[in-house]
């Protein structure tokens, strides 16, 4: 049987060749390959080719595409229970007559396909069904040996710490969402609390840029890549009875990530909008161009995003007698970097030379790749939305999940990045927790410090202070 190419050599930068179907296909056991790539099959077939045997094992590649896709057609629990049915029966290791032989030979790949899945998608066994099906296959593999039930204890302690550390960290998330209040709020209750900025708590630009680093790695570390996949999960149109699209949606560790880039704008905005006296606001102008200087440099490009975006918001951006003091040609060079224009060319740019200097690193600080993520997801969704998830006959369309698994396998590369600065609590602290002006305050500040230029604006003023301070 042909084996699955690696990544290397499916993945080219060509994209789909349309003609492939009309070239003579190789079927084999219901898989369909040209010039030896798997480009469609069946359900069943490829469930079956994910299962190994004594004589065959498959390609890691394939392992991750399948396990990655195959939730938009089945339950993970579902494709588990399958694997383990034909694991069992195919391998006879319900027998207590089968060969002893047989099962040492074939006991090591299953093991080996079982820890690939538990290390790359632990998620999956949050579910109780996954963990009683994974114990159980597990167990009658290391029934014999004492080899491999130390492997098997190994794989599990292994898991059992990954679910325990995104409890932990799902934990610390909820805490932090949970005190958070509006900046207004705090300034009208006690005035005197909001006595520091940013600048007091960190005056080097370059130390809070590598304490957003932090940030973001940590953040990153924890979606897992199936959370890409199931941010778009619809029912599938070959699945009669079920729909289980709000149950299969567990994306919340990569939903946190975006609630981060939004406070990052938040913050940035609310921390220009709040001095009093003009220089000290083009004076943190300037700060937050100098981190997200630094942010570029470092490969950081989801918060050097962040605070471009807090810094082109329009309470922000109307602030035409701040920005006139403040030295902008650096901020310039920042925004041409991102120019949305041609679908992000430059930033694309910026990220394959990044990616490329983290191939060849020599250091932990030139690994570093952190993708501007909303652009990842969205192109993500368009390579979903854009290609149908069967073919016409009803087969799988594995060309379009090799690609998807390119562009998630590159993802999960950055996300193992250690982030090698040294961590400042106090400054982590104020990044992640600080109250931050709401909309409606953020545009109150602003009028406040450089009044309205128009009845409109005048209107919104009168009307924000009304509701929000209480005064006509």
């Known amino acids: 049987m042909p084996q699955t190419p690696p990544f290397s050599a499916m993945f080219d930068g060509s994209g789909y060749n349309r003609n ?30 994910l299962v190994p045997n004594v004589d065959y094992y498959p390609d890691r590649t394939y392992i991750f595409t399948f396990l990655l896709s195959s939730r938009l057609f089945m339950h993970p629990y579902e494709l588990m229970a ?85 409890s932990q960290y799902e934990e610390v998330l909820a805490k932090i969402s949970s005190t958070s209040t509006d900046r207004l709020t705090v300034l009208k209750t006690k005035p005197q609390s ?106 950081n490009f989801n918060s050097l995003m962040a605070i471009i975006s807090g810094m082109n918001m ?11 003091k403040v030295k902008t040609a650096k901020f310039d060079v920042l925004e041409h970097q991102m120019d949305p224009s041609s679908n992000f060319y430059n930033y694309r740019t910026a990220l394959r030379g990044a990616a490329q200097r983290s191939l060849t690193a020599h250091s932990s600080r030139e690994k570093i790749v952190i993708p501007f993520f909303s652009l990842l997801i969205k192109d993500i969704y368009f390579l979903n939305e854009g290609c149908a998830n069967r073919l016409p006959n009803g ?39 600080v109250p931050v002006f709401s909309e409606d305050a953020l545009y109150l500040a602003s009028y406040e410090s450089e009044g309205p230029e128009n009845h409109i604006e005048k209107d919104r003023w009168k009307s924000l202070r009304s509701s929000l301070l209480g005064r006509v």
Request: net charge neutral; proline share 3%; aromatic share 10%.
């Open 20 to 49: 492939l179907y009309q070239a003579a296909d190789d079927s084999c056991g219901g898989l369909y390959y040209h010039d030896n790539n798997l480009l469609s099959g069946s359900l069943e077939a490829l469930i079956q080719h």
């Open 82 to 166: 399958k694997v383990c049915h034909l694991c069992v029966e195919h391998q006879r290791l319900s027998d207590p007559n089968s060969d002893k032989n047989q099962i040492r030979k074939i006991a090591p790949k299953i093991l080996q396909l079982l820890t690939e899945w538990t290390e790359t998608f632990p998620y999956d066994f949050r579910d109780e069904r996954m963990m009683r099906n994974l114990k159980d296959l597990a167990h009658r593999i290391a029934s014999g040996e004492e080899t491999y039930r130390k492997n098997v204890q190994q794989m599990i302690q292994c898991l059992i710490r990954k679910l325990a550390a995104l």
């Open 194 to 299: 909001i006595q520091r900025d940013i600048i007091t708590v960190c005056s080097d630009p370059y130390t809070l840029a590598q304490q957003l680093t932090h940030i973001e790695l940590e953040r990153l570390n924890y979606i897992g890549p199936e959370e890409f996949v199931q941010a778009f999960v619809q029912k599938d149109p070959l699945d009669n009875d079920k729909s289980c699209y709000s149950e299969r949606k567990k994306t919340r560790n990569l939903e946190a990530y975006v609630e981060w880039f939004n406070r990052l704008s938040y913050l940035v905005a609310t921390e220009i909008c709040m001095p009093v006296k003009k220089k000290h606001r083009a004076r943190m102008i300037e700060y937050f161009i100098d981190v997200a200087r630094e942010c570029f440099n470092i490969g």
């Open 314 to 324: 329009s309470p922000v951006s109307r602030l035409k007698k701040t920005w006139a």
């Open 395 to 433: 087969h799988v369309n594995f060309e379009k999940f090799w690609e998807l698994a390119k562009q998630v396998s590159e993802f999960m590369t950055w996300k193992q990045v250690e982030c090698p600065f040294e961590r400042d609590r106090k400054i982590l602290q104020y990044l992640l927790t």
